[in-house]
């Protein structure tokens, strides 16, 4: 990935009244490479992208997702492979004060993915993840949120360990612009690093868990919790599975963080 990317405001397709936007500068946290940047930056740098029909794969780093790449060497490699890696929730932050980094936003899927679907009009986008008895749920989803877009298709998530050959097919024959895959963090990102150069898709972004957003499975935490840095307890209080994450596993990323020297990948 370049160092730093410029955009005009006429290839980015910038939003009328946005300010004049900044450089997408790379940074390293815990080993992972970041495109440091605003939220509109980030949508603006994707946009660019997409008009060059460039190949590329996005994905989002969270605590969990930054802790598994400082004891995974191997998943380490397949996140720093990524063209765009954004850095998403308080976690990601703190992390980022320890390098001496000052993030400039929080840059998560949640509201990123739908921000890019709907600055663009008649993008072709193609959905794998989510339980096969709510593939309909996520298709009414989608529809009912992104009434621009086309979609695609949608498949479940429970495809096997690698894509089957038939899935492949279906995604390429569909000729998206933009590929969501939601499996979960290191499966989705393992998927998708090993079929990336299977897949005839622009952008291939891997979203976690978004997709139970749109099926109403879950509903988003309250503008003021995601103001205060407190998103987490609203996704523990509905997630009780979560807490083992966040409760065990986040102290020891945080106190990991804080006591190791920062890996360079």
């Known amino acids: 990935m370049d160092s730093v990317f410029r955009l005009s405001a006429q290839a980015s397709g910038r939003l009328p009244g946005v300010a004049a936007n900044q450089p997408v500068t790379d940074v390293h946290i815990c080993g992972v490479r970041v495109s440091n940047c605003t939220m509109r930056d980030a949508v603006d740098l994707l946009l660019s992208r997409l008009s060059t029909q460039s190949r590329q794969s996005v994905y989002f780093v969270n605590a969990h997702g930054l802790y598994l790449a400082m004891r995974d060497p191997e998943y380490r490699e397949i996140v720093n ?46 959905l794998v993840g989510g339980l096969p008895e709510r593939v309909w749920a996520l298709e009414e989803g989608f529809r009912a949120r992104f009434p621009n877009c086309h979609l695609a298709g949608v498949r479940d998530g429970y495809v096997g360990k690698v894509m089957p050959h038939d899935l492949i097919e279906a ?72 807490l083992h994450r966040y409760f065990v596993l986040g102290p020891l990323f945080l106190l990991r963080t804080f006591l190791s020297r920062p890996i360079v990948s």
């Open 81 to 126: 492979t990524a063209d765009a890696v954004f850095a998403d929730g308080t976690g990601a932050r703190w992390a980022a004060r320890r390098h001496g980094i000052r993030l400039r936003d929080n840059v998560n899927g949640t509201d990123l993915v739908p921000l890019l679907l709907s600055s663009k009009a008649n993008l072709k986008v193609f």
């Open 171 to 242: 995604i390429n024959a569909a000729q998206p612009d933009i590929l969501l895959v939601g499996m979960g963090n290191p499966l989705q990102e393992r998927w998708i690093n090993e079929n990336r150069h299977h897949l005839m898709v622009p952008c291939v972004v891997a979203v976690g868990g978004l997709f139970q957003y749109w099926t109403g499975d879950l509903n988003r935490a309250p503008r003021w919790m995601r103001r205060a840095g407190i998103e987490w307890l609203h996704i523990v209080i509905h997630q009780p599975r979560k």
